[in-house]
């Protein structure tokens, strides 16, 4: 099965910093990956699919890079909103779909 | 407007076994997979497996095979869940979540069931 690493665990920063955050995975699955976000007791939401497409609805300074095994989701500038944790999962056909452990985003 | 709605929160003690339901509206019941995804307390996501309504076939976790079922009723536009032998590990909340194939990411959610196995 693929395996899914994310990094960092946590990250602490500031309203209006520029945050990334990385997915690797354990072999190659082109850009079947998405992005969701997830704030205490709620369900996850939708971010970025296929890397880098951004789900309808969802702000512009969210963005996904990447393609084979290593994966980028960036925060643009920093919003109050955007405090939550936020988790990769991949959905190639060939592995059962995983997530990665999550990466939690708060206040610095 | 597209939603999934689950049932309400269980309490089940070690060996029972428990249903959830995931009602769809808004959309194409049978045009949609609904994968089920399970959130232990503090901890991540971990996919459980799906069902596709159109034709009733589904596909488990390797580590849940054996102990969940999931079926549909297509004439009430429900997906359900059934986790049988419950163990204390098995706390968590359950989501339902629709995908456009097997293989895909997961639009809509729904609200979230708690399960709580306790003796």
């Known amino acids: 099965d693929i395996q899914m690493t994310q990094s960092p665990s946590t990250l602490s920063a500031s309203v209006g910093d520029r945050v990334t955050i990385t997915c690797r995975a354990s072999?190659?699955?082109?850009?079947?990956l998405a992005w969701y976000q997830q704030k205490p007791g709620k369900a996850p939401k939708l971010l970025i699919y296929?890397?880098?497409s951004l789900e309808s609805g969802v702000p512009s300074r969210f963005s996904g890079r990447g393609s084979g095994t290593e994966f980028t989701l960036t925060i643009s500038s920093l919003q109050p909103d955007d405090f939550a944790t936020y988790y990769c999962?991949?959905?190639?056909?060939?592995?059962?779909?995983?997530f990665g452990q999550g990466t939690k985003v708060d206040i610095k | 407007q597209v939603r999934l709605v689950q049932s309400g929160a269980e309490v089940k003690k070690p060996g029972a076994s428990v249903k959830v339901s995931c009602k769809a509206s808004?959309?194409?019941?049978?045009?949609?997979?609904i994968h089920w995804v399970r959130q232990a307390p503090g901890q991540g996501l971990e996919w459980m497996g799906w069902?596709?309504?159109?034709?009733?076939?589904?596909n488990y976790a390797q580590d849940l095979q054996g102990r969940v079922t999931m079926t549909r009723d297509t004439s009430i536009n429900t997906a359900y869940m059934e986790v049988t032998r419950l163990k204390p590990d098995d706390t968590a909340v359950y989501y339902c979540?629709?995908?456009?194939?097997?293989?895909?990411?997961?639009?809509?959610w729904g609200q979230g069931t708690m399960v709580t196995v306790s003796s």
């Open positions: 979540t629709r995908g456009l194939t097997m293989d895909d990411a997961f639009d809509i």
């Open positions: 999962q991949q959905y190639n056909i060939y592995s059962p779909l995983m």
């Open positions: 296929k890397a880098s």
């Open positions: 808004g959309y194409t019941f049978t045009g949609y997979f």
């Open positions: 069902l596709n309504p159109h034709s009733g076939e589904t």
């Open positions: 072999q190659s699955i082109s850009i079947w």
